[in-house]
């Protein structure tokens, strides 16, 4: 889930990348994001990297393992 650091509202439309993949994926409104279908190394680190304009971009380090769901939360600090 994607949400703003200060509010704690959910941010809909931001980019989500999975690096070192192409994979990307849009937030909803609920500010949640997934990728399906993946086909990555088992039990990997990725980059996960969080865009919206207006927002600080956020990186933040994942651990994939095959067959298994993660949620990750994602705060997006305002620029200043």
């Known amino acids: ?9 959910p941010i809909k ?3 989500v990348s999975l690096s070192p993949s192409a994979h990307t994926s849009l937030t909803d409104y609920d500010g949640r994001f997934e990728f399906n279908d993946l086909k990555l190394q088992d039990n ?3 980059l996960l990297q969080v865009q919206k304009e ?4 956020n990186n933040k380090p994942v ?3 095959l067959g298994r769901t993660i949620e990750v939360n994602i705060p997006l600090r305002k620029e200043n």
């Not at 889930?1 to 509202?9: E, I, L, R």
């Not at 207006?54 to 971009?57: D, F, I, K, N």
């Open 1 to 9: 889930k994607v949400y703003d650091a200060y509010t704690g509202m």
């Open 13 to 15: 439309d931001a980019l």
């Open 44 to 46: 990997q680190q990725y």
């Open 54 to 57: 207006s927002y600080e971009t």
């Open 63 to 65: 651990t994939l393992i």
